[in-house]
């Protein structure tokens, strides 16, 4: 990676995912408009400081099923949000330190901070770069150096899926790598959903409101995504029930502007991610 490269300023009068998923992880590099775009949003649909937290500790699941059990050695991390405990290049080398790593998300400030923390790091890097062009990532010389796609590769979508609306073909974003890759590759993805239409048009409405771009789905919508794919065990469904782990590592305390939150998905379950690991036989 090059020390002279200059990142793109940084938006600070909209909120942006990276920042306030970060908020809700612990994390401190975020600005007052995404602490009030998730105080405003948590009164209507509470579940998303659960959500994101359940989402951070499945990532650590299923990256250590990947490198542990399945072998991967390759990974592209597709929204991968700013750097906090246990990033995937972390999870991933723990298992097995030849794991290479390309980190992808549209937010510079993602960008920023990732070089910073790569630096000495070799097998990983970080590019600025917009999921729904998958095209555009395949080119980047970043991903040709650490990635070779005449071997195994897991791609992770993870607690971004709903960031993709029906226009921008998730179907087609999802699967632009792992159809081209060879069999033995996988595919780690998760998506906020509910089982209620209603109160899901309405979360997507008051998101999309925010200028950050959002679908709530239902769980069949995201099956429908992945015919052809092997599901692994014990399959797709809420994230929390996908291979739980009790003594893994603990995630930063909750902010406390946030503690009256946690804990709702207890409470209702009318929205929770949904997702888990598919292979390409």
């Not at 499945?58 to 399945?70: G, Q, T």
């Not at 040709?144 to 005449?150: R, T």
């Not at 971004?160 to 699967?175: I, K, M, S």
């Amino acid at each position: 990676m090059t020390n002279n490269y200059e990142p793109p300023s940084i938006p600070t009068d909209v909120p942006t995912s990276a920042r306030a998923y970060g908020w809700m992880l612990g994390g401190k590099d975020n600005f007052d408009i995404d602490r009030r775009f998730l105080l405003d949003l948590l009164p209507a649909f509470p579940e998303c400081v659960d959500i994101a937290r359940q989402n951070r500790l499945f990532l650590y699941r299923a990256v250590r099923f990947l490198a542990e059990e399945a072998g991967i050695r390759q990974f592209i991390d597709m929204g991968c949000g700013l750097p906090t405990d246990n990033n995937v290049h972390q999870v991933a080398q723990a298992f097995s330190p030849d794991c290479r790593v390309v980190y992808v998300d549209i937010d510079p400030i993602v960008l920023a901070h990732g070089r910073a923390l790569l630096a000495s790091n070799h097998n990983t890097t970080v590019i600025t770069a917009d999921m729904r062009d998958q095209q555009d990532i395949l080119k980047r010389p970043e991903v040709d150096q650490l990635i070779d796609f005449s071997e195994p590769v897991a791609v992770l979508f993870l607690s971004v899926v709903h960031h993709l609306a029906d226009d921008d073909d998730p179907r087609r974003v999802l699967r632009t790598i792992i159809d081209r890759a060879v069999p033995g590759s996988y595919l780690a993805l998760s998506q906020v959903v509910t089982d209620d239409p209603q109160r899901g048009a309405e979360m997507t409405a008051r998101i999309n409101a925010s200028g950050i771009p959002w679908r709530t789905r239902q769980p069949a919508d995201i099956d429908a995504l992945l015919d052809g794919l092997e599901v692994v065990e014990p399959g797709l469904l809420d994230i929390q029930r996908w291979r739980p782990d009790p003594d893994q590592p603990s995630l930063q305390p909750t902010d406390p502007a946030l503690v009256p939150y946690v804990g709702a998905t207890n409470r209702g379950k009318g929205i929770y991610e949904y997702g888990g690991v598919v292979r390409k036989p």
